[in-house]
């Protein structure tokens, strides 16, 4: 017995963190986010069972590295505890400098917040890079990661089609874990808070996944891998995000690129760029055929808004009607609306489920029965059951507005602003009430597209003020989308990564969180051309990911969503690990070459068995070149 559980410790001690690892893996992008509670009531960010996971990893991480049975003491730990000083330097001067951020428990409470969630987010990194030592830990935690996709990818299509339950953070009342359904039209977003979050994952994994499937020599395992890549690409473009689908073929095509460059010759280099390129397109064009109607349709606004774009969509659009007709188009035997009538799926709602338009619907009308009544005779519409029967609430008048003779791209419904208004009560008392004001488009908006305008009209000339404010720190984290000093905003979004670390840490913070990902891309680039296909793979895949992602962060703060930014600094800390695998297996085969012997081995630490051993072979190759030369000066002089 005591044999046993003594056993069962040592494997514990020894492999502990790498069970963590993987689970992390598996578990942060796999569990819905049902938060457990609110840090801050108000808030829209919430403590959730993978912030104990990780916390549970990281206190076992501290342990195993003061107890020095891990490496953790690498280039990129300087560049996070460089990262830390700036971020509490930058709270620091938001509170008492710049004076952002009131001296409150609600505003300092939401800075503090969000900056220890960046350095949980950095925790990962060193979980995943300590806890790889040799290479079947690396295979098997890539083969977890790539099982995690397709499970992603079957829980999509039970979302979509058998109307799998939603847990989403599009906004604070979804953010409280009501379980939904989406409807018909409604954009996939599987185990994640939203679509832009699963897209931003998939454009991290793909590029790794894809690469693996270009090296590997297994048959099994390369159909394998290119499967899951497909099904993580369908699911992609089923979420009709424009950017994260820009990136992804930035991403995808860097992959190929630089594996096409990895071959001997150009002439093998331009075969496999072709071949290679050809087929991953080609694949990427049946399934945007297929399922890519909502983000064709979106892609569509942004050509339709430059007239250069226009122009050249019309171009490409008569060069494919050279190729094949729109007639033909039409008479292929499967067509998209055939096939999407031919995939297995229920058209039975759940009987106690709420739809995301419903819920929708019930704010707006809880939010409406604090309103002022403009006029008896102007009622609002009244939210419908899916059968349109009986309605899911009743609300009072409210002020209407008149409807718009033209909306922006995307927009199908002329939806009031709800604006603050202070007014006097009887009692001669202020009352702060929320008014629905007609919405008023701008220029901007009506010309290209509201979802582009509010990014250049509002969010990012917010950010750009925050920097130009205090350039070298910012104005402190969460403080970019406030109109004011004292208002308590409950969600922060940017939507460009870029400016909001400017903003919030100015360049200080900027150089430093940035550089950290150079530095990672550059150790990455060094070992592209490793003699150990895996750890070339990883290395591609990760600089096609991280590419990627920073292609995304120009629309999306991909950096500050917590599934996204856990998994990428995941695949970080295992890209480093990968890279360090050759070093250490190098470092193994030095020290079984030490003269030390067996019963001396637990008495002479690793170091001192690779020292030996480094001296004994410098020795030896002394000799033998000694050797060697001898009998040729010999020669030399009897000549």
């Known amino acids: 017995m005591w044999h046993t559980l003594s056993k069962v410790g040592r494997w514990l001690d020894e492999y502990l963190l790498f069970v963590l690892a993987c ?22 960010v919430r403590v959730r069972l993978e912030d104990f996971v990780i916390l549970g990893a990281s206190l076992v991480w501290l342990v195993q590295a003061l107890r020095r049975k891990i490496t953790w003491n690498v280039g990129f730990f300087w560049w996070v505890v460089a990262y830390a000083i700036v971020g509490a330097a930058s709270t620091v001067s938001a509170v008492y400098v710049t004076q952002t951020v009131p001296l409150q428990p609600l505003h300092l409470g939401k800075t503090i917040l969000h900056y220890f969630r960046y350095l949980e987010y950095f925790t990962l990194f060193f979980i995943a890079f300590s806890s790889i030592k040799h290479r079947w830990q690396l295979k098997v935690i890539l083969g977890l990661l790539v099982a995690t996709v397709v499970a992603i990818a079957a829980y999509g299509y039970g979302q979509k089609y058998y109307y799998w339950p939603v847990y989403s953070t599009m906004n604070r009342e979804f953010s409280k874990g009501i379980r939904l359904y989406l409807t018909q039209y409604a954009r996939v977003q599987s185990t994640f808070a939203g679509h832009y979050d699963m897209a931003a994952y998939m454009v991290a994994v ?13 048959t099994w395992a390369k159909r394998g ?8 690409s369908w699911l992609l473009i089923l979420s009709a995000s424009r950017m994260p689908f820009a990136a992804y073929l930035g991403g995808v095509g860097l992959v190929v690129l630089i594996t096409a460059l990895l071959q001997t010759n150009w002439s093998q280099r331009i075969r496999f760029a072709l071949s290679r390129g050809t087929l991953t397109l080609l694949g ?27 122009s050249a969509a019309a171009q490409l659009t008569d060069w494919r009607r050279v190729v094949l007709s729109d007639e033909q188009v039409a008479s292929l035997p499967l ?10 799926k229920t058209d039975k709602q759940p009987a106690n489920g709420v739809s995301t338009d419903q819920v929708a619907a019930q704010i707006a009308a809880e939010l409406a029965a604090t309103q002022e009544v403009a006029s008896s005779k102007d009622q609002p519409p009244t939210p419908t059951g899916d059968n349109g029967s009986k309605p899911l609430v009743s609300a009072p008048p409210i002020f209407k507005a008149p409807a718009p003779t033209h909306l922006p791209a995307g927009v199908y419904e002329n939806i009031p602003d709800l604006v603050e208004v202070t007014t006097v009560d009887e009692q001669g008392e202020k009352v702060v009430k929320k008014v629905q004001r007609p919405r008023v488009y701008s220029e901007c908006a009506l010309e290209k597209e509201l979802s582009l305008c509010i990014r250049l009209e509002t969010l990012w000339p917010r950010a750009l003020e925050g920097f130009l404010y205090n350039p070298f720190l910012g104005t402190g984290y969460a403080t970019l989308t406030k109109e004011g000093i004292e208002i308590f905003t409950e969600a922060d979004s940017t939507d460009n990564n870029y400016l909001r670390t400017l903003g919030e840490t100015g360049a200080i913070g900027f150089i ?49 969503a917590s599934k996204v930014a856990q998994t990428y600094w995941s ?10 695998i050759t070093r250490r297996q190098k470092d193994e085969k030095l020290a079984t070459l030490s003269p030390v012997q067996p019963g001396d081995a637990e008495s002479v630490t ?17 000799r033998s070149r000694g050797a060697k030369t001898k009998p040729r000066t010999r020669r030399t002089r009897r000549s």
Not at 23 to 44: A, C, D, G, N, R
Not at 206 to 218: G, V
Not at 225 to 232: I, R
Not at 546 to 552: E, H, T, V
């Open 23 to 44: 689970l992390l893996i598996v578990f942060v992008p796999l569990y819905p986010k049902i938060p457990l509670w609110s840090p801050i009531e108000q808030y829209i």
């Open 206 to 218: 793909l590029p790794l996944i894809l690469a693996l499937a270009l090296k590997t020599a297994h």
């Open 225 to 232: 891998l290119w499967l899951t890549f497909w099904l993580g």
């Open 284 to 310: 990427i064009l049946v399934l945007f055929y297929y399922f890519g109607a909502d983000l064709s349709e979106r892609l569509g606004h942004v050509v339709n808004a430059n007239p250069t774009l226009a």
């Open 335 to 344: 067509s998209p609306k055939r096939l999407q009538e031919m995939l297995p």
């Open 512 to 560: 430093v969180f940035y550089g950290a990902i150079v530095y990672l891309l550059v150790k990455s680039f060094r070992r592209i051309k490793d003699a150990d296909w895996l750890v070339s793979s990883v290395a591609v895949g990760f600089i096609g990911g991280s590419i990627g992602l920073l292609l995304n962060a120009i629309y999306i703060d991909v950096f500050a």
């Open 571 to 580: 695949l970080a800390g295992l890209a480093m690990a990968a890279l360090y």
């Open 606 to 622: 690793l170091a001192q068995a690779i020292k030996t051993a480094s001296a004994t072979k410098s020795k030896a190759g002394k």
